[in-house]
């Protein structure tokens, strides 16, 4: 007898436990000892494109369907009414509907604390109505390429447990308000939604419990700009948040808050009218609301990572004046568009006097007479001045072409920022390649990263990123 057949049942089950199913049930040919041994691993896990081989034409076989949903069948009837922890299933259309939510009824009766499914239904997947009142469910992960419609009202959902939901889907369907739902997960730690569309045109997320959240939102209903949009989550340490710029954040409650990513998106036409004097614009429009922006920046104020994307930078640009001082950020992430403005990066760096870090996703902008003095794009005569304050010690420039305004947007930093002691500047495969078929180019880069070094205390590198 060889020594991993010698090792007691429970052993066994529990090396079983980190194979899929499908790779667990072969075990059974080893021997007699093994025979249905996988049938008792209180983890499951099946997937039918690694059952099925779709790549091989092999889904569209008869019977193969068939057989991959027996399989499951079997395997749930072996262990009978045995515990178990964790129940994955990945399947797409031509799966039996009926039979995937038996089994989904059949786990959840039997215990099951970590659910994780990703089913692809081409006229979209309404959750089971069980699923929504299990007393054992601690991690829920729905993911779907089509519709998930989470709760139609039929039953007022309760999961007691819950620590961590996780839906991701074309478009998720919830025909209740956030304040109402929420208070059904008492221990809710994570929630993570996307791509979701707010029910209400004023909403409130509220939970004393959440510490993870991230939100990816289309607005309120058919991309409107919803009206106001709360979060009172006082535990929240982790904050990723995408949506039509509200109106109004009237309360952001998130003083513990550790790191925000925030994606606040425009409009051309919308970024247009913010770039216009307030009194060129209508009444009534809703570009007028966008200053408002600057309460949820109020509450997100001790973060200390900060992400912003170029739509935020443009929104931001409406309350310069009223921005607040984020003490505690030490690392700034700015990705930044060839059609959307710097007016906001002023500010924003006199208003981080412990910041140490900066990554540029890209330094191409829109130039508007409000870029102040971050860049070369107008002269200014106190040039370099929110630079001259910064205290940060190392920049990474990610998505560097080799353009002139680029090298020139580099010198500027080398100049100004006084603290500077390492810039790195990241090249894709793409513009390194290109860089490698133009010996002109790479001369000139090469040469000016040189001069960079030799005349600047701040150490230069020139880098290639490959895709991950």
């Known amino acids: 007898m060889d ?9 066994r089950c529990h090396i079983l436990s980190f194979l899929t199913t499908k790779e667990a049930a072969l075990t059974s040919v080893l021997s007699k000892k093994w025979g249905n041994l996988f049938a008792l691993v209180p983890n499951l896990d099946f997937d039918d494109s690694e059952f099925l081989h779709p790549e091989d034409g092999k889904r569209e076989r008869d019977g193969i369907l068939e057989s ?8 749930l009837a072996l262990q009978a009414n045995s515990p178990i922890h964790k129940f994955s299933l990945k399947c797409k259309d031509g799966v039996c509907e009926a039979r995937m939510n038996r089994w989904i009824c059949q786990v959840l009766q039997r215990g099951v604390s970590d659910l994780d499914l990703t089913i692809d239904l081409k006229d979209g997947y309404h959750l089971l109505q069980e699923l929504l009142v299990s007393k054992t469910l601690v991690n829920l992960k729905l993911k779907s390429e089509c519709c998930i419609y989470w709760w139609t009202g039929a039953q007022v959902p309760f999961l007691p447990l819950l620590k961590s939901l996780d839906i991701e889907a074309a478009k998720i369907f919830c025909d209740t308000k956030f304040e109402l739902l929420l208070p059904s997960f008492p221990l809710l730690e994570r929630l993570m939604l996307a791509d979701m569309e707010w029910i209400g045109s004023d909403e409130t997320v509220s939970s004393a419990s959440i510490t993870s959240l991230a939100i990816n939102a289309t607005g309120f209903t058919s991309y409107q700009n919803p009206k106001s949009i709360s979060f009172d989550t006082p535990s929240l340490l982790h904050f990723g948040y995408s949506d039509l710029v509200a109106q109004d954040y009237p309360l952001v409650n998130m003083k513990n808050l550790l790191s925000a990513r925030i994606i606040l998106a425009v409009t051309n036409e919308q970024v247009k009218r913010i770039r216009l004097p307030n009194d060129e614009l209508l009444e009534g429009d809703v570009v007028l609301k966008f200053g408002n922006v600057v309460k949820l920046m109020n509450g997100i104020q001790h973060v200390q990572d900060l992400h912003l994307h170029s739509d935020t930078l ?14 505690n950020v030490k ?4 990705k930044s568009h060839e059609g959307r403005g710097w007016q906001a990066m002023p500010v924003l ?3 981080c006097p412990q910041l140490e870090d900066i990554l540029f996703e890209g330094i191409v902008h829109h130039v508007t007479d409000k870029c102040g ?3 070369d794009c107008i002269y200014r005569k106190d040039k370099g001045r929110s630079l001259k304050s910064c205290p940060v010690k190392v920049i990474e420039i990610q998505g560097f072409r080799g353009t002139m305004k ?4 580099i010198d500027r930093f080398l100049d100004y920022f006084p603290c500077l002691k390492e810039m790195k500047i990241c090249m894709d495969e793409n513009s390194f390649a290109q860089l490698k078929n133009d010996p002109g180019l790479a001369i000139v880069i090469l040469g000016m990263i040189e001069e960079f070094n030799e005349v ?6 020139l880098m290639r990123t490959t895709k991950r």
């Open 314 to 327: 443009e929104v931001l640009s409406l309350c310069c004046e009223s921005m607040p001082v984020f003490n």
């Open 373 to 375: 003095d971050v860049c």
């Open 349 to 351: 760096l006199r208003n």
């Open 456 to 461: 600047s205390c701040c150490k230069v590198k």
């Open 68 to 75: 991959f949903m027996g399989f499951v069948d079997t395997v």
């Open 331 to 334: 690392r700034l992430i700015i």
């Open 3 to 11: 020594l991993l057949s010698s090792l007691p049942d429970e052993v």
């Open 406 to 409: 680029e090298m020139h947007m």
